[in-house]
């Protein structure tokens, strides 16, 4: 399991060195061009420019901290990347009530809690401090998740 502390120094690491960030961004593009791809092609119109911004952000610090508790991974390809995306779509679709509510069928077997926990937290808006939100529409939270969530599956297939 890709542990919270593990995601923390992560995050720490690229806060305090964006050159770090940009390295990581450009070695996640070398070794997982099919991942890349999939997060940079969402159909117009689903994010907004910071949105898709934002994603690529989440999903190199996921890549990172899953790279950090395992080691390098698979290359995933398209096909692979289609499936679990919509295996995720599915159990979505399947789940009933507000964002969060919906959240709770992933959370029930999965042996990523602590980056679901982390997607989950980068995701939601807070109502009553609206400032501290992150660059997130309420439209544009869903497709994120999925895409985050697929991200995860694949990275960490098998190396739970």
Known sequence: ??????????????????????????????QQPELLQYLLNVPEGVLTPEEGEYLLY??????????????????????????????NWELWEAGSGN?????DAFFENTPQEDLLAFVEDALTLDEEDEESNPPVTKEGAEPMFIALKTLIDLLTNQRS
């Not at 991974?73 to 096909?79: E, T, V």
């Open 58 to 87: 989440l999903a190199i610090i996921i890549w990172q901290s899953v790279s950090e508790a395992y080691g390098q991974g698979q290359l995933h390809s398209g096909k692979a990347i289609e499936a679990t995306e919509e295996k």
């Open 1 to 30: 399991m890709v542990s919270e502390a593990t995601i923390e120094k992560v995050l720490a690491r690229f806060e305090e060195d964006a050159a770090l960030f940009e390295e990581a961004a450009r070695e996640f593009g070398d």
């Open 99 to 103: 964002f969060n509510r919906r959240l």
